[in-house]
Protein backbone atom coordinates (compact mmCIF):
# COMPACT_ATOMS: atom_id res chain seq x y z
CA UNK A 1 0.00 0.00 0.00
CA UNK A 2 2.40 2.50 1.47
CA UNK A 3 6.29 2.36 1.09
CA UNK A 4 8.11 1.53 4.20
CA UNK A 5 10.33 4.70 4.12
CA UNK A 6 7.19 6.59 3.77
CA UNK A 7 7.19 8.20 7.53
CA UNK A 8 3.69 7.70 8.72
CA UNK A 9 3.61 11.02 10.74
CA UNK A 10 4.28 12.94 7.31
CA UNK A 11 1.16 10.47 5.91
CA UNK A 12 -0.91 11.41 8.97
CA UNK A 13 -0.56 15.08 8.23
CA UNK A 14 -1.35 15.09 4.73
CA UNK A 15 -4.55 13.12 5.12
CA UNK A 16 -5.42 15.07 7.89
CA UNK A 17 -3.95 18.66 7.24
CA UNK A 18 -6.86 19.58 4.83
CA UNK A 19 -8.95 19.11 8.16
CA UNK A 20 -6.69 20.77 10.28
CA UNK A 21 -7.15 23.99 7.70
CA UNK A 22 -9.81 26.25 9.20
CA UNK A 23 -10.83 26.81 5.37
CA UNK A 24 -11.86 23.03 5.24
CA UNK A 25 -13.80 23.23 8.31
CA UNK A 26 -15.12 27.02 7.87
CA UNK A 27 -16.59 25.58 4.44
CA UNK A 28 -19.22 23.38 6.07
CA UNK A 29 -22.50 24.98 8.01
CA UNK A 30 -20.38 24.87 11.27
CA UNK A 31 -20.23 28.12 13.88
CA UNK A 32 -17.05 29.78 14.62
CA UNK A 33 -17.13 28.06 18.02
CA UNK A 34 -18.06 24.48 17.01
CA UNK A 35 -15.35 24.31 14.54
CA UNK A 36 -12.72 25.25 17.22
CA UNK A 37 -13.86 22.48 19.22
CA UNK A 38 -14.26 20.26 15.91
CA UNK A 39 -10.29 21.21 14.74
CA UNK A 40 -9.16 20.63 18.38
CA UNK A 41 -10.62 17.10 17.91
CA UNK A 42 -8.24 17.03 14.80
CA UNK A 43 -5.38 17.69 16.37
CA UNK A 44 -6.06 15.01 18.96
CA UNK A 45 -7.10 12.91 15.86
CA UNK A 46 -3.15 13.86 14.48
CA UNK A 47 -1.28 13.47 18.23
CA UNK A 48 -2.86 10.35 18.48
CA UNK A 49 -2.04 8.96 15.42
CA UNK A 50 1.63 9.98 15.44
CA UNK A 51 2.05 8.21 18.71
CA UNK A 52 0.95 5.13 17.39
CA UNK A 53 -2.35 5.39 19.70
CA UNK A 54 -4.69 4.14 16.98
CA UNK A 55 -7.57 2.65 18.73
CA UNK A 56 -7.70 6.59 20.38
CA UNK A 57 -6.80 8.51 17.18
CA UNK A 58 -9.91 6.01 15.59
CA UNK A 59 -12.28 6.85 18.56
CA UNK A 60 -11.54 10.10 18.06
CA UNK A 61 -12.19 10.34 13.95
CA UNK A 62 -15.26 8.76 14.65
CA UNK A 63 -16.12 11.50 17.03
CA UNK A 64 -15.18 14.40 14.64
CA UNK A 65 -17.40 12.99 12.24
CA UNK A 66 -20.24 12.98 13.96
CA UNK A 67 -19.12 16.55 15.09
CA UNK A 68 -19.57 17.63 11.70
CA UNK A 69 -22.92 15.65 10.49
CA UNK A 70 -24.69 16.77 13.81
CA UNK A 71 -23.51 20.64 12.76
CA UNK A 72 -24.71 20.00 9.58
CA UNK A 73 -27.55 18.61 10.91
CA UNK A 74 -28.26 21.20 13.51
CA UNK A 75 -28.29 23.98 10.97
CA UNK A 76 -30.86 22.07 8.79
CA UNK A 77 -33.34 20.15 11.88
CA UNK A 78 -36.32 20.07 10.41
CA UNK A 79 -34.87 18.51 7.26
CA UNK A 80 -32.74 16.17 9.13
CA UNK A 81 -35.89 15.35 11.45
CA UNK A 82 -37.87 14.83 8.84
CA UNK A 83 -35.97 11.91 7.32
CA UNK A 84 -37.17 9.80 10.30
CA UNK A 85 -33.61 8.19 10.14
CA UNK A 86 -33.24 9.39 14.03
CA UNK A 87 -35.02 9.44 17.05
CA UNK A 88 -38.19 11.99 16.95
CA UNK A 89 -35.87 14.58 19.08
CA UNK A 90 -34.07 17.58 18.70
CA UNK A 91 -30.37 17.19 17.44
CA UNK A 92 -28.94 18.61 20.60
CA UNK A 93 -30.21 15.53 22.40
CA UNK A 94 -28.53 12.35 23.09
CA UNK A 95 -30.60 10.07 20.61
CA UNK A 96 -28.86 10.82 17.44
CA UNK A 97 -25.49 8.58 17.04
CA UNK A 98 -23.26 8.88 13.91
CA UNK A 99 -25.47 6.01 12.60
CA UNK A 100 -28.46 7.86 12.80
CA UNK A 101 -26.58 10.97 11.75
CA UNK A 102 -25.38 9.41 9.07
CA UNK A 103 -28.34 8.07 7.67
CA UNK A 104 -30.23 10.98 7.47
CA UNK A 105 -27.18 12.53 5.74
CA UNK A 106 -27.86 10.08 2.85
CA UNK A 107 -31.44 10.83 2.58
CA UNK A 108 -31.19 14.20 2.06
CA UNK A 109 -28.19 13.71 -0.78
CA UNK A 110 -25.58 15.05 1.14
CA UNK A 111 -23.81 12.19 0.48
CA UNK A 112 -23.63 9.09 -1.51
CA UNK A 113 -23.77 5.67 -1.03
CA UNK A 114 -20.23 4.98 -0.78
CA UNK A 115 -19.59 7.84 1.92
CA UNK A 116 -22.56 6.26 4.13
CA UNK A 117 -20.64 2.95 3.80
CA UNK A 118 -17.28 4.45 5.07
CA UNK A 119 -19.12 6.38 7.46
CA UNK A 120 -20.34 3.17 8.53
CA UNK A 121 -17.33 1.54 8.44
CA UNK A 122 -15.82 4.52 10.83
CA UNK A 123 -18.34 3.92 13.04
CA UNK A 124 -17.93 -0.15 13.36
CA UNK A 125 -14.47 0.43 13.76
CA UNK A 126 -14.94 3.02 16.81
CA UNK A 127 -16.51 0.60 18.31
CA UNK A 128 -13.57 -1.47 19.22
CA UNK A 129 -13.37 0.59 22.08
CA UNK A 130 -15.64 -1.55 23.75
CA UNK A 131 -13.77 -4.28 25.88
CA UNK A 132 -15.50 -7.14 24.32
CA UNK A 133 -14.10 -6.05 20.86
CA UNK A 134 -10.83 -5.60 22.25
CA UNK A 135 -10.96 -8.85 24.43
CA UNK A 136 -11.62 -11.02 20.84
CA UNK A 137 -8.16 -8.87 19.39
CA UNK A 138 -10.34 -6.05 17.31
CA UNK A 139 -8.30 -3.11 18.25
CA UNK A 140 -7.50 -0.91 15.37
CA UNK A 141 -4.02 -0.83 13.32
CA UNK A 142 -2.47 1.49 11.61
CA UNK A 143 -3.86 0.06 8.24
CA UNK A 144 -7.33 0.42 9.42
CA UNK A 145 -6.91 4.29 10.97
CA UNK A 146 -5.22 4.88 7.44
CA UNK A 147 -8.76 3.72 5.65
CA UNK A 148 -10.98 5.31 7.89
CA UNK A 149 -9.15 8.65 7.45
CA UNK A 150 -8.73 8.67 3.58
CA UNK A 151 -12.84 7.77 4.23
CA UNK A 152 -13.41 10.62 6.81
CA UNK A 153 -11.66 12.82 4.18
CA UNK A 154 -13.23 11.27 0.94
CA UNK A 155 -16.76 12.48 3.07
CA UNK A 156 -15.71 15.80 4.02
CA UNK A 157 -14.55 16.68 0.92
CA UNK A 158 -18.10 15.31 -0.18
CA UNK A 159 -19.94 17.51 2.41
CA UNK A 160 -17.77 20.81 1.47
CA UNK A 161 -19.46 20.54 -2.16
CA UNK A 162 -22.48 19.21 -1.62
CA UNK A 163 -23.56 21.56 1.36
CA UNK A 164 -22.34 24.32 -1.01
CA UNK A 165 -24.80 23.66 -3.23
CA UNK A 166 -27.66 23.94 -0.70
CA UNK A 167 -26.20 26.98 0.38
CA UNK A 168 -26.50 28.65 -3.24
CA UNK A 169 -29.75 27.22 -4.11
CA UNK A 170 -31.34 28.86 -1.20
CA UNK A 171 -29.56 32.28 -1.85
CA UNK A 172 -30.80 32.22 -5.31
Known amino acids: ?79 YRATKAGPDELLSDKGWTLYSLTQATKKLELIGTQERDLANKLGNARNCIHPREQMSGSIPEKGLFIECLEGFNQIVSILQKTCKQETTEETA
Open 1 to 79: MFKKSFAPQVLFESLLGDILDSGKIGDLPIGEDEAEVLENTAKEVLASAKSGLFLGAVTLLGSLLEGILLCIGKNNEGA
